[in-house]
């Protein structure tokens, strides 16, 4: 077994190798970029190398300088993680012909299967069905535009190296295609070091379904199940699960078997994961191969017990697989959210900045057996715009699927993060949509379920009174609290009072307090009704150890467990639970009446601007000052995190004035263009 491993990677997957690797007894070495000094996975390493500037092609994807760590440190072995030099068949050449071993598969197999045009070809050639498309070199977007009209719209444009949503545009029309293609090729040169693009027919309303396989230098190559990566943003998966809950068993293995057949025509070994997209039939059709450890992977190791990462090393270290494929089974249901420093309010744009809080799931009410979290990241470090925005993957595991989503929303309810914008509520109202509860999903998911966007989730009548029963209940603990002044006269003291008005989104409720007891009234406004009697209200008993100053009130509201995240206003709270965000205002009666008479501040004309809507890096601007402007007419591109993103214009009209050039580096809603 290796002494000394190095992984060639950052952020979670390399704290989540340093961990198995400790286990086993194995030192471990980090490599680490100017903007990850400081970041976890160096504190968790035994040696620490640095490698170059922030950008990943002048630090994490230069293999010149990971081999001079590697010759530097004596490490034996490399695990290269996922994304960066993970699929690069010359990186793993290289550190044969050093006699370094790679914890992944030859280089012969990242030939055939990581590149995705090669990989095409093979499967087809050996009988696999696979998507129409391309697999040739494309020269330019127009050639691009050509075969997009001869495959026929829609079409996937994607980069042959790599994966991770990067280098991936779904194109409806020739403009899409052209634009498309050249932020492709654009990421994928920035990402993967390897601009090369092929397009195929995009089958709209599929399941992205995934086998994981497992193979040893001995001829054995097993899968370990399935996983229904399905529910999906720009082709970046966001909440994966296994097993998935479309497949029968049948289809089951006969997508496990095709796997591993291919595995076996390119002498697979390693961890690897064989992806298909699945239609309404059950039919299923070849995707890709990706040819190192999933980001995913938890959610198989919850369900077989299996430690993916140990296993690779000991394959990578000669020794057998020490199972036979009889005995993988299913246990139980496991669910993964990833957490990515993503705006869902902003239409999931990119966030960076200082995390002023980050504490995953704890406490009486979560089985810690039952949830995992990997991460790369603490509380007080900071988000980085120049890599993958992800923070987190929270993952649990139930008897059954019901099970590992109440799980999940439990340890959502718990996860705080605070000082960057995130999907956590997202992630949270996923977990209670209805569709996605009864399993009837498909990567059209988000686009479909929030077309206009993420404005926030709904909750039903009763929760929204538990809300604000445990509203009302927090602000009696609070005015307690106020009302203890020491050195007070013994008859001075203030009384708190048992009436309360809670108010949020519009809707309104009457409370009396009784000794923990909260009668909730629902109220037509803000004004409680004469002769209205309070003591008649639906009963919801609140039991909460909650004082003030803490961040997280974990509560018994009618009987209901909640674990509810609470900022102080001055006359309530901000509350976020279940991907509900709301201000909760509680007053006494008379105050709210006071209170509905005030008029609202209207918010500043922003109409004749163009905002930057995340801290990123200009990459060009397509129009000049006094030019006039089309709806949807490309207007600029902003790169954030590895990704491009469009600016479009929402209007028509006439571009007065440009505020920012190609190369400047922009903060959140920074002006870019003014117009007339």
Not at 208 to 229: F, T
Not at 544 to 568: E, F
Request: net charge negative; aromatic share 6%; proline share 5%.
């Amino acid at each position: 077994m290796f002494k000394k491993i190095l992984i060639a990677n950052r952020g979670e997957i390399a704290c989540r190798v340093i961990k198995t690797a400790r286990r086993m007894g194995i030192a471990t070495v980090a490599v680490y970029s100017d903007a990850d000094r400081d970041a976890l996975h160096v504190r968790m390493a035994d040696e620490a190398v640095h490698i170059g500037p922030p950008p990943a092609n002048q630090s994490y994807i230069v293999m010149d300088k990971i081999l001079a760590a590697i010759r530097a440190t004596g490490a034996e072995a490399v695990h290269p993680g996922y994304g960066f030099l993970s699929e690069r068949a010359e990186f793993a050449r290289a550190l044969e012909e050093a006699g370094v071993a790679f914890i992944g598969p030859p280089s012969s197999a990242i030939d055939a299967m990581g590149d995705k045009i090669t990989s095409k070809k093979l499967a087809a050639e050996a009988g696999v069905s696979t998507v129409p498309g391309y697999m040739g070199l494309i020269a330019d977007a127009e050639e691009a535009v050509k075969i997009a009209g001869e495959i026929g719209y829609p079409v996937m444009i994607k980069a042959s190296a790599g994966g991770g949503g990067k280098g991936m545009r779904i194109a409806w029309n020739a403009q899409e295609a052209r634009e498309g293609f050249q932020s492709s090729k654009n990421e994928a040169a920035a990402s993967f070091g390897d601009d090369r693009i092929f397009i195929e027919k995009f089958v709209t309303q599929p399941r992205h379904i995934e086998i994981q396989v497992l193979g040893d230098k001995h001829g054995n190559v097993l899968y370990l199940n399935e996983r229904e990566c399905s529910i999906q943003r720009r082709n970046q998966k966001v909440i994966e699960e296994a097993p998935s809950p479309f497949l029968d068993a049948a289809t089951r293995r006969a997508m496990g078997e095709q796997s591993v057949a291919l595995a076996k025509a390119v002498d697979y070994c390693s961890a690897g994961t064989v992806e298909f997209i699945v239609d309404a039939e059950r039919k299923f059709y070849f995707l890709e191969m990706n040819t190192r450890l999933q980001v995913e992977h938890p959610v198989t190791e919850l369900i077989t017990g299996l430690d993916l990462v140990e296993l690779m090393i000991r394959v990578a270290a000669g020794e057998k697989l020490p199972l036979t494929q009889a005995d993988v089974g299913i246990d139980g249901w496991a669910m993964e959210s990833r957490l990515y420093a993503e705006d869902p309010y902003r239409n999931f744009l990119p966030s960076i900045g200082r995390l002023t809080r980050y504490r995953p799931p704890a406490g009486p009410q979560l089985d810690h057996t039952r949830v995992r979290n990997d991460t790369g990241v603490f509380e007080g470090g900071e988000i980085s715009r120049f890599y993958d925005p992800m923070i987190a993957k929270l993952c649990t595991w139930g008897r059954d699927r019901a099970e590992a989503i109440e799980e999940m929303r439990c340890a959502l309810d718990a996860f705080e993060v605070e000082g960057i914008g995130h999907n956590l509520p997202f992630c949270a109202a996923v977990m209670d949509h209805p569709k996605f509860v009864a399993g009837d999903i498909s990567t059209a998911f988000i686009a479909e379920e929030y077309p206009d966007g993420f404005q926030g989730a709904a909750i039903g009548e009763v929760a929204q009174t538990r809300l604000a029963a445990l509203a009302v209940a927090l602000r009696i603990v609070r005015e307690k609290r106020d009302a203890r002044v020491s050195g007070a006269m013994s008859n001075h003291e203030r009384e708190v009072g048992t009436d309360w008005v809670v108010g949020f989104g519009g809707a309104f409720w009457a409370a009396r307090a009784h000794f923990g007891v909260m009668l909730m009234t629902r109220l037509d406004g803000a004004s409680v009704p004469a002769g209205l009697d309070l003591g008649k209200g639906d009963a919801f008993e609140v039991n909460t150890d909650w004082s003030p100053g803490q961040t997280l009130a974990r509560a018994q509201v009618g009987g209901v467990a909640m674990a509810v995240k609470v900022d102080p206003l001055t006359e309530g709270f901000r509350l976020r639970y279940r991907g509900v965000d709301l201000k909760a205002q509680v007053r006494t009666p008379r105050l709210a009446q006071l209170a509905a008479l005030m008029p609202e501040k209207a918010p500043p004309d922003t109409s004749k601007f163009l905002l930057c809507p995340m801290p990123g890096l200009v990459v060009s601007i397509a129009v000049a000052e006094g030019d006039e402007v089309q709806e949807g007419q490309q207007l600029a591109i902003v790169e954030a995190m590895k990704m491009e993103n469009i600016l479009r214009a929402e209007r028509k009209g006439r571009v007065a004035k440009v505020k920012a050039q190609p190369g400047a580096s922009l903060a959140v809603d920074d002006v870019i263009m003014e117009f007339e």
